[in-house]
């Protein structure tokens, strides 16, 4: 007899909130079916291609034996020993490469994996609203809770501390935090992280800093590592990814640094779980982390150029948008009285440009959405010329 079983998934995966870009892809595919000339804004990607030296590296070493073995759980000590070198010359922050780094499988498997390895049921984590929607849905994974934290352009997008109420703070045990920021494009200063530090020791939270745009600055105002702030190693680790910074999304390598503690917790879950970065892309990844300024310069300059055109753009034609002193994102609200779904649609009928609605980032993103710099600059103008028939 062949029976067919119900294959029912775990009342955790049923609990996951419907995830709002599915609707964003489908309608990008319409589109595309029907052949228009889309601008797509919508792109978290670099569009260029990996740097050359990196590549060539990979090349080489894809062939040596060694590297077709299991690789080590933590990353190899001289991947670890690049990240320590990368720290001090870029941070002046000093790091132990055998306890305070871990290697990641880009820096997403380690924010989800971070609840994981430090929430029980029940306890929450704080998230930003709006956010990168790993944060609440690794910590729906592991049983936890998440507590928005809204960011509001009064606030200068960092979350107001003072503002989480009591009762939540007694059950919180991590806090995510990511500057420079995605969506919003805002930078966090000095005051903020220690404040921020302040707060976590004070509270008892572990806070998960995510700075996976911190080398994709503007006009040379280089953004702070959450480490470079007294008292940082005591209550957090920082994320790190490859991805943005070398054009190296595809290749999967990041990393965790900082407070030991939470990187062994970390580092637990990991060996239990996955076995690692394939070592040939740990040695590209070593090249990459020492990639000289001129080759970043050029990546940044481009990015630049193309934030000058969309910003100078957009606030000519009379939109509201802040001026990006990192990352390559504007978050750029809504005409008056428009969802940003609503805004998104229009922008994507009208002008067949894609950008993503503020609300998939969580509640408080709405009311905005979010360009990406991430096409030539030529469609950028393209872009703007053609918000302006629509507006
Ligand atoms: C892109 C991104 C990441 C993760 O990138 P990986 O490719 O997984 O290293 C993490 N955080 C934010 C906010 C991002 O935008």
Redesign the pocket.
């Known amino acids: 007899m062949r029976k067919k079983i119900p294959i029912e998934t775990a009342k955790r995966v049923r609990s996951l909130p419907p995830y709002l870009f599915a609707t964003i892809d489908s309608m990008k595919e319409k589109a595309v079916s029907k052949g228009i000339d889309l601008i797509d804004l919508s792109i ?2 670099p569009d260029m291609p990996t740097p050359s030296h990196i590549v060539e590296k990979m090349r080489k070493a894809v062939k040596n034996p060694v590297h077709h073995q299991y690789p080590s759980y933590a990353g190899m000590l001289s991947f670890r020993q690049a990240v320590t070198d990368w720290y001090r010359k870029r941070f002046n922050v000093k790091l132990n490469p055998k306890t305070e780094v871990v290697s ?1 499988i ?4 380690g ?1 989800g994996h971070m609840p994981l390895a430090f929430i029980d049921p029940g306890d929450y984590a704080l998230v930003p609203s709006p ?2 929607p ?1 944060y609440p849905v690794a910590t729906l994974l592991a049983g936890g809770k998440s507590h928005e934290m809204p960011l509001l352009e009064k606030n200068n997008y960092l979350p107001d501390l003072k503002a989480i109420p009591k009762s939540v703070l007694k059950k919180s045990k991590l806090m995510f935090v ?1 500057y420079p ?2 969506p919003t494009a805002a930078c966090a200063d000095r005051g903020f992280y220690k404040e921020l530090i302040g707060f976590a020791a004070k509270n008892n939270i572990i806070i998960c800093h ?1 700075a ?2 911190s080398e994709i600055y503007y006009d040379n105002e280089k953004p702070l590592s959450f480490l470079q702030i007294p008292g940082a190693k005591g209550v957090g680790v920082e ?1 790190h ?4 910074t070398y054009n190296m ?1 595809g290749w ?3 990393f965790a640094v900082g407070n030991k503690d939470a990187i062994a917790g970390l580092g637990k879950i990991k060996t239990n779980l996955d076995s690692g970065i394939f070592q040939a892309i740990q040695e590209a990844g070593i090249e990459a982390l020492n990639t000289g300024d001129t080759v970043l310069g050029k990546n940044r300059n481009m990015f630049q150029e193309r934030r000058d055109v969309l910003y100078n753009g957009l606030k000519k034609l009379g939109l509201e948008v802040n001026k990006p002193k990192a990352t390559f994102y504007l978050w750029v609200k809504c005409p008056k009285g428009v969802s940003s779904m609503d805004f998104t649609t229009h922008l994507l009928n009208k002008a067949e440009i894609l950008s993503t609605p503020g609300n998939g980032f969580g509640a408080h993103g709405e009311g905005h959405v979010r360009f990406a710099l991430t096409v030539p600059v030529k469609r950028i103008r393209e872009a703007v010329e053609r918000i302006g028939r629509i507006l």
């Open positions: 978290g990607d990641l880009g820096s997403k498997e924010i956010g990168y790993v990511n920021n995605n995510d996976a745009y994320f990814s490859l991805s943005k999304t999967r390598i990041g």
